[in-house]
């Protein structure tokens, strides 16, 4: 993940999807614990080589409004590292190079990681 780079990670409830996010700051150097930002909606972590990794956390929000009141504009388009759970609820928002990855839980309970082209 280079400086600037914003991930949208989509999934169900029990995907995988926070320690998608545990496995990235783990690569990027951070050794600090990385919970769900569930109830605060937005957690950062410094990245020992430079910048902040934002991790943010849409489920519990419903309206469109919520999501701009957030003011994620700062951490969408500057240079920290920004991953977004339930990021399908601001596609809008996003900057038009944004990742994305969709993981689907199978029946026999594995994983299925794609990366599809952003939905516009």
């Given at each position: 993940?280079?400086?600037?780079?914003?991930?949208?990670?989509?999934?169900?409830?029990?995907?995988?999807?926070?320690?998608?996010?545990?496995?990235?700051a783990r690569g990027l150097g951070i050794e600090?614990?990385?919970?769900?930002?569930?109830?605060?909606?937005?957690?950062?972590?410094?990245?020992?080589?430079?910048?902040?990794?934002?991790?943010?956390?849409?489920?519990?929000i419903q309206k469109a409004q919520e999501i701009?009141?957030?003011?994620?504009?700062?951490?969408?388009?500057?240079?920290?590292?920004?991953?977004?759970?339930?990021?399908?609820?601001?596609?809008?928002?996003?900057?038009?190079?944004?990742?994305?990855?969709?993981?689907?839980?199978?029946?026999?309970?594995?994983?299925?990681?794609?990366?599809?082209?952003?939905?516009?």
């Amino acid at each position: 993940m280079q400086p600037g780079a914003v991930l949208s990670v989509q999934g169900p409830l029990g995907a995988g999807k926070t320690t998608l996010v545990k496995g990235i700051a783990r690569g990027l150097g951070i050794e600090e614990e990385i919970t769900s930002p569930s109830f605060t909606l937005i957690s950062a972590y410094p990245i020992p080589a430079g910048g902040i990794l934002y991790h943010i956390d849409l489920y519990r929000i419903q309206k469109a409004q919520e999501i701009e009141d957030l003011g994620l504009e700062e951490t969408l388009f500057g240079r920290d590292i920004s991953i977004i759970e339930w990021g399908e609820k601001a596609v809008s928002l996003l900057p038009e190079n944004h990742l994305r990855i969709l993981i689907r839980l199978e029946a026999d309970g594995s994983r299925l990681i794609s990366a599809p082209e952003p939905a516009r």
